[in-house]
């Protein structure tokens, strides 16, 4: 409790931007769970998905990526956790990434997600496998005008190029399932404690929600793996000589 008091005192209140997707929810229950006075964004349509949240938090309706309903949601929030989807060809990802740092308060905690595919120093090492993935889906994506990849980078890059207190949480492939803790994390994919290259869902949330009040990660692009999985627990211990600063809430970065 003692502790749990301390963690909330420096973000009290937060804004979570995609609220009503699977990601958003839990992060959202996370939040709560955490003491936090929670504002979310989502699409008018998609507030119905938010029920179980009635009187618990407050909705702001609208699209992510107007700048109008992000400056009325973001207005005296300490954090900002937003989800950056690369759905849609109308530059929603950049959009919204743009709202966010133009219009949170300077010095706010901002926290984007997006997946192991955005690079921020180019380091990466993908399988070919992966690669292959990922531009195939770029451009069966843009075929049939659902998905936007390329725009997803370019609003990791936006956020990047920012001055802002941001994190950029590059999440592994995602499955559901009970939590199994927060997830350790490394600053380049293909490095192998992330081999295993699975998160839960519910855990890359509580990594998201952990990183507001973990100042160790301002300015990081943490990849993340399940600390459950076998390469996290084969590399618990870190390759010797490796050092290995504690992350937020004890989730390591090996
Ligand atoms: N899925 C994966 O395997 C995976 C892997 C690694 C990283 N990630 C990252 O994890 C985060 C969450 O992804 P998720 O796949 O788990 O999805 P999710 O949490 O269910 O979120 C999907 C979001 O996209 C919105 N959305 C859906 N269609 C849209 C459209 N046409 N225009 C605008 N917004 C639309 C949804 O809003 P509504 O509720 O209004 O529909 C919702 O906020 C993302 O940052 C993603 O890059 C995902």
């Given amino acids: 409790m003692g502790a749990e008091r301390t963690e909330t005192k420096k973000t009290k209140k937060i804004c979570v931007v995609g609220a009503s997707g699977k990601l958003g929810q839990y992060m959202v229950r996370h939040a709560l769970e955490r003491g936090y006075e929670v504002v979310g964004v989502c699409r008018e349509r998609s507030v119905p998905k938010l029920a179980a949240f009635d009187g618990l938090m407050t909705v702001v309706p609208g699209d992510t990526n107007d700048p109008e309903?992000?400056?009325r949601a973001v207005d005296g929030c300490d954090g900002v956790l937003t989800v950056l989807v690369p759905w849609g060809v109308r530059q929603y990802a950049s959009g919204t990434a743009q709202a966010v740092l133009d219009h949170a308060r300077p010095g706010a905690r901002l926290v984007f997600s997006c997946g192991w595919h955005i690079t921020r120093?180019?380091?990466?090492?993908?399988?070919?496998?992966f690669t292959l993935g990922?531009?195939?889906a770029a451009v069966l994506g843009r075929l049939v005008r659902a998905v936007e990849i390329d725009?997803?980078?370019?609003?990791?890059?936006?956020?990047?190029a920012s001055d802002t207190r941001w994190t950029v949480v590059?999440?592994?492939s995602l499955e559901e399932g009970a939590s199994q803790g927060l997830p350790v994390w490394s600053r380049h994919v293909g490095d192998p404690v992330l081999?295993?290259?699975?998160?839960?869902r519910v855990d890359f949330a509580l990594f998201m929600v952990a990183a507001l009040t973990d100042d160790g990660l301002v300015r990081e692009a943490?990849?993340?793996v399940g600390c459950r999985t076998p390469s996290a627990l084969a590399h618990a211990e870190g390759p010797s000589g490796h050092a290995q600063p504690k992350g937020p809430k004890g989730g390591k970065r090996i």
């Fill in 121 to 129: 120093d180019g380091r990466d090492r993908y399988s070919r496998m």
């Fill in 134 to 136: 990922v531009r195939v």
């Fill in 151 to 160: 725009d997803q980078v370019e609003a990791c890059r936006r956020v990047f």
């Fill in 170 to 172: 590059r999440g592994s």
């Fill in 222 to 224: 943490p990849a993340i």
């Fill in 195 to 200: 081999a295993s290259d699975l998160t839960r």
């Fill in 69 to 71: 309903v992000i400056r």
